[in-house]
């Protein structure tokens, strides 16, 4: 992911300026990243190293998002919705 699609990512899903941390900023970055490997994962199937990698990715926004769900179920709902998660 180049600075430029993480800057508007983050731009994108950030609370307030500065923001760069909060779950939901972590939560589109890391779906960003696994969008990524999954089309690398299609074209070069005996990856598993990347595949290991994916599937962490996809556990620790699994995590983060069980989070956000037990905190806020609003805030849950909107961004999974913005995301495109969950069908």
Same mark, same amino acid.
């Given at each position: 992911?180049?600075?430029?699609?993480? @800057? $508007?990512?983050?731009?994108? *899903?950030?609370?307030?300026? #500065?923001?760069?941390?909060?779950?939901?900023?972590?939560?589109? =970055? +890391?779906?960003?990243?696994?969008?990524?490997?999954?089309?690398?994962? @299609? $074209?070069?199937?005996?990856? *598993?190293?990347?595949?290991? #990698?994916?599937?962490?990715?996809?556990?620790?926004?699994?995590? =983060? +998002?069980?989070y956000?769900?037990?905190?806020d179920?609003?805030?849950?709902?909107?961004?999974?919705?913005?995301?495109?998660?969950?069908?």
């Amino acid at each position: 992911m180049d600075k430029e699609t993480k @800057a $508007g990512i983050i731009s994108e *899903y950030q609370n307030k300026d #500065g923001d760069t941390g909060s779950t939901e900023v972590q939560v589109a =970055l +890391l779906t960003e990243r696994i969008r990524q490997l999954t089309n690398h994962m @299609a $074209g070069n199937g005996h990856d *598993y190293h990347s595949q290991r #990698g994916l599937l962490m990715l996809v556990g620790r926004r699994r995590r =983060l +998002l069980n989070y956000l769900n037990r905190e806020d179920v609003g805030k849950y709902n909107k961004l999974i919705k913005r995301l495109g998660l969950r069908k």
